[in-house]
């Protein structure tokens, strides 16, 4: 009985990884195929491969649409953690009034919807003539990742035992050298998984990508739906353009998979 129970189990994990993997897959396969055999419906399983899809989003210049992307998404998630880290320790070692009020405001700040504020954004930035400018997208792509990281943050410090932090301000540590020495080592798997998670948001964001900017700091997503067409055939080079916009997540992820479980795990077990 036993037996069976762990095959059940790992059939439908297994089951579950397909799910998820599968349109990943099935995108990169429509990479490769022709547009003609990529829009027939039923899907053709005998087409022939190439990689003339990847050359043409190449052609279409989508090494330029990265580089604004890796600005703004790593700029901003290094700014994110250089304002969050001291604002999410300074809750946990010292706690203040009503501290999940404070916390509550900081997260509430994601409930506003982003149509609801992009014509005031969009204003501002037009009168200052700051539109266009990706270190104008790093920067609301950072306020926009810090609620979220301060509140994660905050409970990965919380985490910290006590008697550490003691013994280090025993051995003379101040505050800088005792979050820099001994709490951050700590807390590393929880840095690096909030680190990606606001890696990815940024990566994705399309909504004030699209309004915000044109030509010089376009980012990815952008690129993407300009692809989206009412006439002709568009399917084989979207997916092509898709398959590369991931690529830098993927590997983002694959590589510090280990450090993302730890830290989302951190404050599961007490």
Do not use: H
């Amino acid at each position: 009985m036993r037996v069976f129970k762990e095959s059940l189990v790992t059939g439908l994990t297994w089951l579950v990884v397909l799910l998820f993997f599968f349109p990943v897959a099935w995108m990169v396969y429509t990479a490769l195929k022709s547009e003609n055999d990529a829009a027939a419906i039923p899907p053709r399983f005998d087409a022939a491969l190439s990689l003339d899809q990847f050359q043409a989003v190449i052609d279409e210049g989508i090494g330029d649409y990265l580089i604004s992307s890796f600005i703004a998404s790593l700029g901003s998630t290094a700014l994110v953690l250089a304002l969050a880290i001291p604002v999410a320790y300074g809750l946990s070692i010292r706690p203040i009034v009503k501290v999940r009020d404070v916390l509550f405001f900081f997260i509430s700040t994601r409930f506003l919807p982003a149509a609801a504020s992009i014509l005031p954004i969009f204003i501002i930035l037009k009168t200052i003539g700051a539109l266009d400018n990706i270190n104008v997208m790093l920067l609301l792509y950072a306020a926009m990742n810090l609620p979220i990281a301060v509140w994660m943050m905050r409970s990965f410090f919380s985490e910290v035992p006590e008697e550490i932090v003691e013994a280090a301000r025993l051995d003379g540590a101040n505050l800088r050298a005792e979050l820099a020495r001994v709490v951050l080592p700590i807390v590393l798997p929880g840095i690096a998984a909030v680190a990606l998670i606001c890696f990815i948001f940024a990566w994705n964001e399309y909504f004030l990508a699209t309004i915000l900017t044109t030509v010089d700091a376009r980012t990815v997503p952008p690129f993407l739906a300009g692809f989206v067409s009412g006439r002709g055939q568009f399917l084989a080079i979207l997916s092509a353009a898709s398959s590369l916009a991931v690529l830098p997540v993927v590997l983002a992820g694959w590589l510090a998979q280990k450090q993302l479980v730890r830290g989302l795990a951190m404050g599961a077990v007490k």
